[in-house]
């Protein structure tokens, strides 16, 4: 099982970031897909989840309205749009799948800031 993520960036608040997670070693479509974040001193959170379907996305209460999961099956990757950036939205963002494996990917960081 493997993750890798890539996207993220310094951004100013009220901006934009697409990122992106590639997954492999184990079958993409049938899983269920989640973002999670860490933020410096802070436990990682779930962040987003999207059903192996795509037709059914869960979110956290912070990020509803602004972050998106999606996901494309026939490219075995799960995106998040974040729009409205805050600077509490910063964090390093990973993505994992269910059941989660603890493969986890080298994340990447995104940084709101102005």
């Known amino acids: 099982v493997q993750f890798v993520e890539s996207g993220g960036g310094l951004v100013q608040p009220g901006g934009s970031l697409r990122l992106s997670c590639a997954a492999s070693?184990?079958?993409?479509?049938?899983?269920?897909m989640m973002w999670y974040r860490q933020a410096p001193g802070k436990e990682r959170e779930l962040v987003a989840q999207i059903s192996h379907s795509g037709g059914t996305t869960v979110y956290r209460d912070s990020v509803k309205g602004r972050f998106t999961i999606t996901r494309d099956n026939a490219k075995n990757t799960v995106y998040l749009q974040m729009n409205s950036l805050k600077p509490e939205d910063t964090a390093v963002y990973y993505c994992?799948?269910?059941?989660?494996?603890?493969?986890w990917g080298q994340g990447t960081q995104v940084s709101v800031s102005s």
């Open positions: 070693g184990f079958t993409f479509s049938s899983s269920f």
């Open positions: 994992n799948r269910a059941p989660i494996s603890t493969n």
